[in-house]
Structures are given as structure tokens and as C-alpha cells.
């Protein structure tokens, strides 16, 4: 078989899927497993949502509504804006990708930080599209270095506030001064998956510089209910942006991009208020405790506005990796991410929490690290 398929194409490193926690306990021999290393909501999805779902599926035969009427509205009346302002995605990185394909052409620029999220540029190259990375410095967007590397072939600026993996954010008054220093031309994207988390009054006021673009670039928000929400299973994420900016991507969308059950949890999980703020406080008060036990062992914890953060152990952190999986606890080693000292740790339920801590104890304690 011969295929012709572009360089851009051919140079793409798939994006690699952890296996499934069932075939990781059949090989490693062991039971009860936890996984402390996605980012998922510990806690699950609304009761409300899991009652929703059950009760259309029956409707599986029916398209879903490719507009998400019901979610859009209910999503614009929450978040303050007009459905005009919202577009619906199958998660947020879906949202990711029809900005690249609604702005992006071979040979145009769009920057990203490292470490930061892999499918901004993973889409990037799918279009022939030249990705600038500008490194993270002290673990927070550059953004002096960012705007000095804006050209006049730069159309997209992707920056997740707050960030992953280091769960830092940035300032409202720095955010300002940056879109003062860029040309209006380009389009800034703030992936939020995790501003939920974030105390209100340290959040970028999104709705004001989408609605007075005057002298600014364009800024597009990227919401999820991956995370807050406990729906990662479902792939439901939202854009907020100028209206201008939405209609554009409503052209490149494929219909009934969201499938039935999605757009139902959603809208069930958004009438839980009771349970979204059961996440947020269990979250905060997790990351409390662990902090502290963490640091009476000597390891270093790095402060984050997410529901997970880095912890530096001061040794080969893939070893302790392999060590804690053997325990049944599975944790993200950041070698990958330029790291190779340090893990990224999800907070869980306190009980989960509590065999981390464990297990975590054990393995240190096994490797000599402490």
C-alpha cells in the first residue's frame, strides 16, 4: 500500500492513552486500585446527572439536538452571557481544534508554553501550522517572552490559567498589560478547565474583554465539565467568545458534535449546585491536608488553584512511579514534562487521600528518598 501522506502529518507523536486500571492491576496482580492521576472529580457525577441520563435512555435511537439549545441557554443565563457567545464542544479540546482549523493556515504561527497542554500544538501540526514554545518561567507563563515572539504570522496564543501541570495563574493586571502589548490581529485563548477552582476574585475578568474588543485582541474562554463536574466520561466542554468568533466556528462544527446523554448530564449537573461546591470545598480541604503531611516527610509541594499540584521528592520520581503502582496507587511521573524529579498528585476522597499518604510513606521509604 502506498499512502501520500504530508511530513506534518508523518512527524505527529500520537497521543499515548494510559492503559485501563483493570488491565494494570491483571498485570501487576493486584486489586482496589486507585488513580490519582488524571485530574478527575473523586467525588463523581451529580446524582441529579446519573438520574437524567438513565431516564433518556431509551431516546438512544434519536439524534441529539445539534444545536444544544436547552445546555446553551441554560449555559449563558449561569455564565451571564448570551447563547450567541457560547459554543458547545465534545470537551474543551474540541474548541481547541476549531479555532486552529477557523484560523489557521500552513505556514501561520500560533505559541504555546512548556510544559502546557499537548493537543494545542498536536492540532497545530495537523494543519501545517508552525508552533512557537515559549518555556514556562518560575512555572508560570512568560509572558514577556510570549509577546516578544509575536509576528506578523502569529494568529493564535494559547495559555491554560490555571496551568497544567504546575497549577499556577496568572494576574489579572499582568493578563491586561499583555493584551495592551499584542496586535489586535491575534486571537488569545485562556483554557479555564480548572478556573472553577480558583477563588472568583483572582479570575480573569473573561466577559469584559470579550465585550469591549476595542484596541485589543480577540480572547476566547475554554470551560469543561470534565473536571468540577465530574463528566470527564461524557466530553462536554463550552467556549465563551465575541459572537463574531463564535459564528465563525459554528461554520467549521460538525453537527451533533455533542451526543444526547453529554448535553442531558450537563444540563442535569448544572442544577447541583449542592454538589459542584461538595467538590470545590473537598478539593481545597484535600489539598490542605495533603500539603501538610507531604511536607512532614520533606518532600516539596508546590502551591496550585487546580484540584491537583506538583511534588518535587528530590530523586527519580519515575521509580517511585513504578513503586506506588505496585501498591495499587497511580500517580503521574513528569519526567515527560521536563520533571524527572517530580510527580503531579490529583487530590482524591480524604480516604483515598489517606492511601496515598501511605503508600507514599512506604514507597520513599523503600527507595531510600527519605
Not at 500552513?106 to 497545530?124: C, N
Not at 475554554?222 to 466556528?249: C, D, N, W
Request: aromatic share 8%.
Amino acid at each position: 500500500m502506498k499512502l501520500n501522506i504530508s511530513n506534518h502529518i508523518k512527524e505527529i507523536v500520537p497521543y499515548p492513552p494510559g492503559k485501563p486500571l483493570e488491565e494494570l492491576e491483571r498485570e501487576l496482580g493486584i486489586t482496589g486500585s486507585i488513580k490519582l492521576a488524571s485530574n478527575e472529580n473523586p467525588w463523581g457525577p451529580s446524582p441529579k446527572a446519573v438520574d437524567a441520563i438513565g431516564n433518556h435512555l431509551t431516546n438512544l435511537h434519536r439524534y441529539p439536538d445539534g444545536s444544544g439549545h436547552y445546555l446553551t441557554n441554560m449555559l449563558a443565563k449561569k455564565m451571564g452571557v448570551s447563547s450567541e457567545e457560547i459554543v458547545l464542544g465534545n470537551g474543551s479540546n474540541e474548541i481547541i481544534e476549531f479555532l486552529v482549523k477557523a484560523f489557521i493556515r500552513s505556514g501561520d504561527e500560533v505559541i504555546t508554553s512548556h510544559p502546557s497542554f499537548l493537543m494545542y500544538q498536536k492540532f497545530v501540526q495537523i494543519r501545517g501550522g508552525e508552533n512557537i514554545v515559549i518555556p514556562l518561567r518560575e512555572m508560570t507563563h512568560d509572558l514577556d517572552a510570549i509577546q516578544k515572539a509575536v509576528t506578523n504570522r502569529t494568529r493564535l496564543i494559547f495559555l491554560d490559567n490555571p496551568n497544567n501541570p504546575c497549577g499556577t495563574v496568572i494576574s489579572r493586571q499582568d493578563f491586561n498589560s499583555f493584551l495592551a502589548a499584542l496586535p489586535e490581529e491575534v486571537v488569545v485563548v485562556l483554557d479555564e478547565a480548572y478556573v472553577d477552582f480558583l477563588p472568583e476574585d483572582e479570575r480573569i475578568d473573561i466577559l469584559s474583554l470579550i465585550r469591549i474588543p476595542e484596541n485589543i485582541p480577540a480572547v476566547v474562554s475554554l470551560r469543561t465539565f470534565s473536571k468540577a463536574y465530574g463528566l470527564a466520561g461524557l466530553r462536554v466542554g463550552f467556549g465563551i467568545m465575541h459572537p463574531e468568533i463564535a459564528q465563525i466556528l459554528h461554520r467549521v462544527r460538525q453537527p451533533f458534535n455533542i451526543n444526547l446523554l453529554g448535553q442531558i448530564g450537563a444540563l442535569a449537573a448544572l442544577t447541583d449546585e449542592e454538589h459542584y461546591l461538595k467538590t470545590i470545598q473537598g478539593t481545597l480541604d484535600g489539598k490542605e491536608w495533603l500539603t501538610r503531611k507531604i511536607d512532614e516527610l520533606g518532600c516539596k509541594v508546590f502551591r496550585s488553584y487546580a484540584n491537583f499540584f506538583l511534588i518535587d521528592i528530590f530523586n527519580d520520581a519515575t521509580k517511585l512511579y513504578e513503586a506506588m503502582l505496585r501498591q495499587g496507587v497511580i500517580v503521574r511521573a513528569m519526567k515527560a514534562y521536563g520533571f524527572p524529579n517530580y510527580i503531579r498528585l490529583t487530590v482524591g476522597t480524604h480516604e483515598e487521600n489517606e492511601r496515598f499518604m501511605k503508600a507514599f510513606e512506604i514507597c520513599l521509604r523503600e527507595l531510600n528518598y527519605v
